[in-house]
């Protein structure tokens, strides 16, 4: 049995929510989210409670480790997307280089990371970037699209140890290496 998968999601005011033909529509003050259900898993709507439950569907028994993964995964994106709809959620990064920047340029982001061509990285819809100086913000209704755009960023120039030069999360710390000790 999923300990995850078994309890309810709580729906605050302001939230919609639509479920049919195997999907779960979400819609709130940041934007609209979908999701295709797996077909081991049911999801209901109650009204009455502001709640939404997940359970198996006939013929799936806890036992089934996929269906469990499945009942608990279903479950999670849910929250998630509830979440996401009301608060959002927003990633922070920062450029750390000498004559390293980070630029927008209309619906492109421009880094210039020390290689002989500028990186333009086009922004999805649905995701907002702000850049000041060497940070950048990027936010959106959607944990996965905010999640992923933010490493493909960051995959451009991994922060080096030896130095600290390259793309990195705000909170991140780096560890440091020495470098080579020259003379005796």
Do not use: C
Request: aromatic content about 6%; charged content about 25%; glycine content about 10%.
């Amino acid at each position: 049995m999923s300990r995850i998968g078994k309890k309810s999601v709580a729906v605050p005011a302001g939230v919609k929510i639509a479920v049919k033909d195997g999907q779960v529509a979400v819609e709130g003050p940041k934007g609209k989210l979908s999701i295709k259900v797996p077909h081991q898993v049911n999801v209901k709507w109650a009204e009455s409670e502001k709640a939404v439950n997940v359970a198996l569907n006939e013929g799936f028994s806890s036992e089934d480790k996929t269906a469990n993964a499945q009942w608990g995964t279903t479950r999670a994106h849910i929250r998630n997307m509830i979440d996401g709809v009301t608060k959002g959620y927003e990633k922070k990064l920062e450029v750390v280089g000498v004559g390293w920047t980070a630029a927008l340029a209309g619906k492109d982001l421009k880094m210039t990371l020390g290689f002989a061509n500028a990186i333009v990285m086009p922004i999805p819809t649905g995701l907002t970037v702000k850049v000041d100086k060497q940070f950048v913000s990027v936010s959106g209704p959607d944990k996965q699209m905010v999640g992923q755009f933010a490493a493909a960023m960051r995959a451009f120039r991994k922060p080096e140890p030896y130095n600290g030069k390259g793309v990195k999360y705000v909170e991140e710390v780096i560890k440091r290496k020495q470098g080579k000790q020259f003379g005796a």
